[in-house]
């Protein structure tokens, strides 16, 4: 009921609006001979709506124009996300392409001071499986790579070449138990074989009990065995105690190359 009262006033006024308007329209039209009591009186009592109308207009104006104007920020600030994403993509290349170019210089200089006959490879997969510790790279028998090749990284000695096949071929790293190499303390100059434990350290094995081991000591290839040569970097020891039996002293040594995140490496296709 209230809104059908409601609703006759809104149309009621709208009538008195539109007839007003067009009384004045009259009078004006028949406004030579002066205003006269009746155009004053109309004129005075529409004054205060069409007051009321103007700034309901420009009210309406002024939203409408806010509405333009957020519809005009959203549609920019939607371009700006799209190019914000952009720059993002762009900004992840350019960060791995540095990432690749340092690690490229790296094993740069390794290749200045290494035979001619190393190639690089690229890290092309993992071993699933826990108990074995093995790369897979991207050359193979028809870049005349074989059985027991060494592999290295800018850091240091990364394994040997266990199997291959054309176009690719399996590495076994220096931390898989089934790798060792016979190894030097670089600053007492004491030997000791080298195994592998776990997927991040090694165990150096028969260290002399009068050795003067320390952490932080650096592990090296010895040269002797046949496979690896002398000076070859291994890693670092991070804990010594005596073995089991005490005839000799133990060191655990964590390997200078970052194995679980090489991307590159080289291999010596030539021995």
Request: charged share 25%.
């Amino acid at each position: 009921m209230k809104r059908r009262i409601a609703k006759r006033k809104t149309v009621l006024l709208v009538v008195a609006i539109v007839v007003s308007s067009l009384t004045v329209m009259s009078l004006d039209v028949q406004g030579a001979k002066g205003t006269t009591w009746v155009e004053s009186v109309v004129v005075s009592a529409l004054a205060p709506i069409q007051k009321a109308a103007t700034r309901t207009a420009r009210s309406l104006e002024g939203i409408w124009s806010s509405y333009i104007d957020l519809v005009g920020v959203r549609a920019e600030s939607e371009t700006l996300r799209r190019e914000l994403r952009t720059l993002q993509v762009e900004n992840n290349r350019l960060i791995e392409q540095n990432l690749k170019l340092h690690r490229l210089q790296k094993l740069l200089a390794v290749k200045r001071e290494a035979p001619a006959s190393m190639m690089m490879a690229n890290v092309v997969g993992l071993d699933p499986t826990t108990w074995s510790n093995v790369l897979l790279v991207d050359r193979g028998s028809d870049d005349k790579v074989s059985k027991e090749m060494i592999v290295v990284s800018g850091d240091g000695l990364v394994g040997r070449v266990i199997r291959t096949s054309p176009r690719a071929s399996k590495v076994l790293l220096l931390t898989d138990v089934r790798h060792a190499v016979d190894a030097l303390i670089q600053r007492t100059r004491d030997r000791g074989v080298v195994v592998g434990m776990n997927r991040s350290s090694c165990l150096m094995k028969y260290i002399p009990l009068e050795a003067k081991v320390e952490v932080g000591d650096r592990v090296i290839s010895s040269g002797l065995g046949g496979l690896y040569p002398k000076g070859l970097i291994i890693g670092t020891i991070t804990r010594v105690a005596k073995s089991s039996g005490g005839l000799h002293q133990e060191a655990i040594v964590r390997p200078s190359t970052d194995l679980e995140r090489i991307e590159e490496v080289f291999i010596n296709a030539k021995r």
